[in-house]
């Protein structure tokens, strides 16, 4: 909170540099329905809290350009990108991350899609892929194949050839239907 | 035996982890004391170290160590496979140090290791070291590399040649025949530099344990074992019992993951050094410019026909960048992996392949899926296929009168090529024809002659391919220059209880091993797939193995497990010949039960396990227990093949290119799981598509290379691609007992030139009768193909 005030007040970028290396805000998040209150180093990304400091290993890191979505996790019920945001600025948000997609000894329609049609090889991309069609799903119930395959524009997967993530995709949408 | 899991589309026992957040990557690793490493790498392609100022950033908080090529330089990492030169000298093999201590000679070439608290202050003290660099010319084209008054990579290796070599029938016999030719079609192209781009990162964790003096490297690999045994004994002198290397999930490879790579021995003599765990993570940036390269060829090749369209003869002149420095199975790709396959599917009586191996001031290349296959199979489809239109005819009629004739490899020989290699069962006209079915090839012309009228036009590309894979059969690549065997170990330990533990050599990082090679056993067995357990990644639990690469792990690796099961099976028969009181040659093991043959007297698998553990009613002579470890070293290499066929479709406006249609027919010989089979074919499809559309590693006249991240270099995402159409042929492979040949790269392999082939097509179909677009093909390429000259 105390970062996003100090940008939206034209803090001079020096001072603000300095504030995300030595200055340690204190930051109250929930993530998977649990609160949690750590004090973190400023320029800390979002996706390291997660990792490092949670153990939330999960979220993965495939680039440093926000153009792999490996880190794809759910902020305030919206798909971001985790290594786009700073830990200091998910201050007071609510957070879902592939582990707490669903509950404990239950598969999501996605987890059950993905593993149905085989969606996943090496599963390094699989959770980022996953929560990045939940948001989907979320805005887009009945997707077609093209608005699918537009939908993970974001996401890179280098064994699947999207073939059968799309498939995966269109069989948690079916299943969902089903269920509602 | 049993037959209820193979061929079955099991679903895949590892997703559990992947899809809830629970595999277990190497970065996701943390152990107690752990510290991070940062590499502080060369900015320049070529330069020399003037000096090195660390103090600044020794003195900074947090910062446990700083190393330099002054304490390490004397370490490097070697190179696999020997090849040498026409005259038989042996290659040029200059070292490839762990730290650079004299002259930088690619951008990211290391120069420092920081290890601190912390991944970020290792990074800030990285910042603070002051490197004096001289600055040189650089040079990044293997066919400029060999010119006269080149900048030299490596000062010891003459006009930057590690090596010239051949392959095929004398160079005179191939000239003779092409001055016979009625029609040479001749090519000149690139077949551009490729970054694999395995989702994850490398990463490596050094640990040591003064207690017992024993390191333990956890490393994004595909092969520990190969790690061990090279890091052992070729690098740091380690004795091999007292290193234990873990690969955990690893996050794909594509091949880059095999190479032993410098930072895996730094951070295991940084652990000993410090006394503490030491972790590196590369970041994407630096996979760019350190994870090793694919393809890289600059290539003259001439394709000879007689008057009635018969190939009399293939002549090939091809530079081939190694980069900066030899890796681990660099110069293998070129040559073994590449002259070996220019038969192709093809009759060709007479080939020749002249091939240069250069040094350049680039990242080093190395086996990239499908390594050097790919490379062989574009060369000679893009030939034939631009050699029809030149000759107006059709290129699936040109392809099916050169084609070999079917053999099974069992009642008829293997056939022999003439560059080496004895291909073991192949049925090469019904891929094609089966393609062409799926396409509906005659209305798709009628469909292409309305386009080429409009702005969108159509081509379709053809790709037959073979390739040789189930690397490999240790004699016949020992005698090539291999520097190790090429067999794979599979145990088989059941449980007192009859539960299976198989501990295998192969490592997935992707594949799914753990649920094919459990479908194998349980069939096996006559058991439930739940009773087996595949173990593997780990040199304290597996015996030993040599890794998954080269569409080897369920040919080699699966084979080996196999002999383990039929030791499993024959011992059993010998306790359960005792126990109902016949020779064991009376025995017949079926559906996981022992039974004197032709009575209803048996034992099922859990008895003689339990009897094997608890021997009180025994043969004499026979040891308890129930555990065999095999090794299994193939007779033959493997030889998968298709037809693969693209449709695309072109803007004439923009020159963007669009695939509408990807077919592909692939014989892989018996499947296990045609789930995952064709999972890999999918994939693999992908990454061909990829280089023919998007990738591309690209380098400025400095050496630096332009488009280093994700931002940059494009990789297909998936509204790049269609669908894609497969069907499968099935000719078993004559020579492992599983009749299986490999299907991790075909993909690969045959899908560039059909989408190349595809474009030209497009544009002859439009009257612009250009022979080449070089790949990536991007809109401004195709584009410019099309306008005036």
Redesign the interface.
Known sequence: MLCNTLKTNGFCAKALNFYLTYIMPKITLTVNGKTHTHEV?G?LLLVHYL??TL???????????S??G?CTIHLDGKAIKSCSLLAAQADGSSIT???GL?PEGE?HPL?EG???E?G????????GM?MCAADLLSRNPDPT??E??????G????????????RAIQYAAQKSAVAV | MSNKFIGK?V??I????????????T??I?LPGMTYAYILRSPYAHARIRSIDYSAAEAMQGVVTIMTGEEVGHYGVPCGWQVNFKNGDIMKEPPHPLLVKDKVRHVGDAVAMVVAETR?LAQDAAEAIIIDYEVLPAVTDASKAVLPGAPLVHDDVPNNICFDWEIGNPKAEVDEAMASAHHITSLDFVNQRLSP?????RSYIGQYDNVYDKYTLYTSTQNPHLIRLLMCAFVLGLPEHKVRVVGP????G?GSKIYHYTEEALVTLASKKIGRPVKWTE???EAFQTDAHGRDHVTHAEMGFDAQGNIVGLRIKTFANLGAYLSTFGTAVPTYLHGTLLQGLYTTPKIHLDMTCVFTHTTAVDAYRGAGRPEATFLLERLVDLAALEMGVDPAELRLKNFIPAFDGVTQPGYQTNVALQYDSGNYHSVLERGLEMLGYENFRKEQAEAAKTNKILGVGFSTYIEACGIAPSAVVGSLGARAGLYEVGQVRVQPTGKISVFTGAHS????HETTFAQVVADRLGIPMEDVDIIHGDSDTVAFGMGTYGSRSLAVGGSAIVKSLDKIIEKGAKIAAHKLECSADDIEFKDGKFTVKGTDKSLSFGDIALTAYVPHVYPANLEPGLDFSSFYDPTNFTYPFGCHIAVVEIDKETGFTRVKRFIAVDDVGNVINP??V???I??????GIGQALFEGVEFDENGQITNG???DYT?????D?P??ELDRQVTPCPHNPLGVKGAGEA?CIGSTPAVVNAVIDALWSAGHKVKDVRMPMTPERVWKAMQPA
Not at chain 2, 17 to 25: H, P
Not at chain 2, 682 to 687: D, E, R, T
Not at chain 2, 715 to 719: F, S
């Open positions: 180093e320029r990792r490092d153990g939330l290993t999960g979220t993965h890191v495939g680039c440093d350009t153009s792999c490996t991350t592939i582990e669903a598969l987890q993905f593993k149905e085989h996943l090889q090496c599963g390094f991309c699989t959770p996953i194949e093209q699918i395959r537009e939908g993970l524009e996401n890179i997967c280098r064994c699947t050839g999207y073939h059968n993530i799309v | 589309s679903k895949r590892e997703d559990k982890r992947f899809i809830t957040g629970k595999g277990r990557y970065d996701d943390v970020e781009n395995a989702m994850e990162p999930d690893v996050g794909g594509f970041t994407r940036s990082h992707g594949q799914g789930m995952i064709d999972g890999q999918h994939g693999g499809l992908a990454q991240s994700y931002m990789m297909p995402r998936a509204d691609l669908m894609f993909g």
